[in-house]
Protein backbone atom coordinates (compact mmCIF):
# COMPACT_ATOMS: atom_id res chain seq x y z
CA UNK A 1 0.00 0.00 0.00
CA UNK A 2 0.85 3.72 -0.26
CA UNK A 3 0.27 6.00 2.35
CA UNK A 4 -1.15 9.50 1.77
CA UNK A 5 -1.08 12.81 3.16
CA UNK A 6 -3.30 15.59 2.23
CA UNK A 7 -3.23 19.19 2.56
CA UNK A 8 -4.45 22.67 1.30
CA UNK A 9 -7.56 22.70 3.00
CA UNK A 10 -9.18 25.86 4.93
CA UNK A 11 -12.04 28.40 5.02
CA UNK A 12 -13.12 30.07 1.75
CA UNK A 13 -15.42 32.24 1.27
CA UNK A 14 -18.07 31.02 -1.65
CA UNK A 15 -16.74 31.53 -5.01
CA UNK A 16 -13.49 30.91 -4.19
CA UNK A 17 -10.69 28.68 -4.81
CA UNK A 18 -8.46 26.52 -2.47
CA UNK A 19 -6.17 23.54 -4.23
CA UNK A 20 -5.91 20.31 -2.16
CA UNK A 21 -3.14 18.13 -2.38
CA UNK A 22 -1.92 14.92 -1.68
CA UNK A 23 1.56 13.57 -1.37
CA UNK A 24 2.40 9.88 -1.38
CA UNK A 25 5.14 7.63 -0.51
CA UNK A 26 6.21 4.46 0.23
CA UNK A 27 5.39 2.77 -3.52
CA UNK A 28 5.54 4.16 -7.12
CA UNK A 29 3.42 6.54 -7.94
CA UNK A 30 2.85 5.39 -10.93
CA UNK A 31 1.20 2.45 -10.13
CA UNK A 32 -1.64 3.82 -8.62
CA UNK A 33 -4.81 5.27 -10.08
CA UNK A 34 -5.78 8.29 -7.79
CA UNK A 35 -9.25 9.78 -6.40
CA UNK A 36 -10.38 12.56 -4.50
CA UNK A 37 -13.89 11.46 -2.25
CA UNK A 38 -15.67 14.18 0.08
CA UNK A 39 -17.83 13.28 3.11
CA UNK A 40 -20.36 16.70 4.55
CA UNK A 41 -21.53 15.74 8.21
CA UNK A 42 -24.12 13.31 8.34
CA UNK A 43 -23.65 12.52 4.31
CA UNK A 44 -22.25 9.64 3.21
CA UNK A 45 -18.80 9.98 1.32
CA UNK A 46 -18.91 10.72 -2.07
CA UNK A 47 -16.96 10.32 -5.16
CA UNK A 48 -15.46 13.68 -6.26
CA UNK A 49 -12.84 12.90 -9.07
CA UNK A 50 -10.38 10.18 -10.09
CA UNK A 51 -7.89 10.21 -12.51
CA UNK A 52 -5.73 7.39 -14.20
CA UNK A 53 -2.13 6.51 -13.78
CA UNK A 54 -0.61 8.59 -15.81
CA UNK A 55 -3.30 11.79 -15.56
CA UNK A 56 -4.74 10.81 -19.43
CA UNK A 57 -8.21 9.89 -18.03
CA UNK A 58 -9.76 11.95 -15.41
CA UNK A 59 -13.78 11.63 -14.30
CA UNK A 60 -15.66 13.98 -12.25
CA UNK A 61 -18.94 14.00 -10.33
CA UNK A 62 -21.68 16.28 -11.95
CA UNK A 63 -21.62 18.32 -9.01
CA UNK A 64 -17.74 19.45 -9.95
CA UNK A 65 -17.79 18.97 -12.97
CA UNK A 66 -16.68 22.36 -14.67
CA UNK A 67 -15.57 24.09 -11.75
CA UNK A 68 -12.93 21.37 -10.19
CA UNK A 69 -10.04 19.79 -11.92
CA UNK A 70 -7.79 16.77 -10.99
CA UNK A 71 -4.20 16.63 -12.02
CA UNK A 72 -0.88 14.49 -10.93
CA UNK A 73 2.69 15.40 -10.88
CA UNK A 74 4.15 11.55 -11.11
CA UNK A 75 7.87 13.20 -10.26
CA UNK A 76 6.50 14.52 -7.15
CA UNK A 77 4.61 11.71 -6.05
CA UNK A 78 1.53 14.63 -5.82
CA UNK A 79 -2.17 14.59 -6.43
CA UNK A 80 -4.14 18.04 -6.60
CA UNK A 81 -7.74 19.16 -6.69
CA UNK A 82 -7.85 22.42 -8.07
CA UNK A 83 -11.37 23.62 -6.82
CA UNK A 84 -12.99 26.90 -7.94
CA UNK A 85 -16.43 28.61 -7.79
CA UNK A 86 -16.91 27.00 -4.21
CA UNK A 87 -20.28 27.05 -2.85
CA UNK A 88 -21.30 26.12 0.43
CA UNK A 89 -22.56 22.67 -0.27
CA UNK A 90 -18.97 21.71 -0.86
CA UNK A 91 -18.10 22.22 2.48
CA UNK A 92 -16.87 18.72 3.93
CA UNK A 93 -13.71 16.52 4.70
CA UNK A 94 -11.43 15.90 1.33
CA UNK A 95 -10.21 12.48 1.19
CA UNK A 96 -7.70 11.17 -1.27
CA UNK A 97 -7.30 7.38 -1.82
CA UNK A 98 -5.19 5.14 -4.44
CA UNK A 99 -5.43 1.80 -5.82
CA UNK A 100 -2.80 0.40 -8.23
CA UNK A 101 -3.76 -0.60 -11.53
CA UNK A 102 -2.46 -2.35 -14.36
CA UNK A 103 -4.09 -0.32 -17.11
CA UNK A 104 -2.99 3.20 -18.27
CA UNK A 105 -6.76 4.10 -18.99
CA UNK A 106 -8.61 2.93 -16.16
CA UNK A 107 -9.87 5.44 -13.68
CA UNK A 108 -11.75 3.76 -10.59
CA UNK A 109 -15.18 6.35 -9.16
CA UNK A 110 -16.48 3.73 -5.96
CA UNK A 111 -14.78 3.89 -2.94
CA UNK A 112 -14.84 0.36 -2.66
CA UNK A 113 -12.38 0.04 -5.42
CA UNK A 114 -9.65 1.82 -3.40
CA UNK A 115 -7.54 0.34 -0.68
CA UNK A 116 -5.18 3.32 0.53
CA UNK A 117 -7.05 6.57 2.05
CA UNK A 118 -5.37 9.49 3.45
CA UNK A 119 -6.74 11.55 6.81
CA UNK A 120 -8.75 14.10 5.27
CA UNK A 121 -8.65 17.60 5.04
CA UNK A 122 -11.20 20.20 5.96
CA UNK A 123 -12.79 22.79 3.52
CA UNK A 124 -15.29 25.11 4.86
CA UNK A 125 -17.02 27.05 2.01
CA UNK A 126 -18.74 30.10 3.94
CA UNK A 127 -22.05 32.02 2.00
Known amino acids: QVQLVESGGGLVQAGGSLRLSCAASGRTFSYYVMGWFRQAPGKEREFVAGISRFGGSTSYADSVKGRFTISRDNAKNTVYLQMNSLKPEDTAVYYC????????????????????WGQGTHVTVSS
Open 97 to 116: AATAATSSTYVATSGERFDS
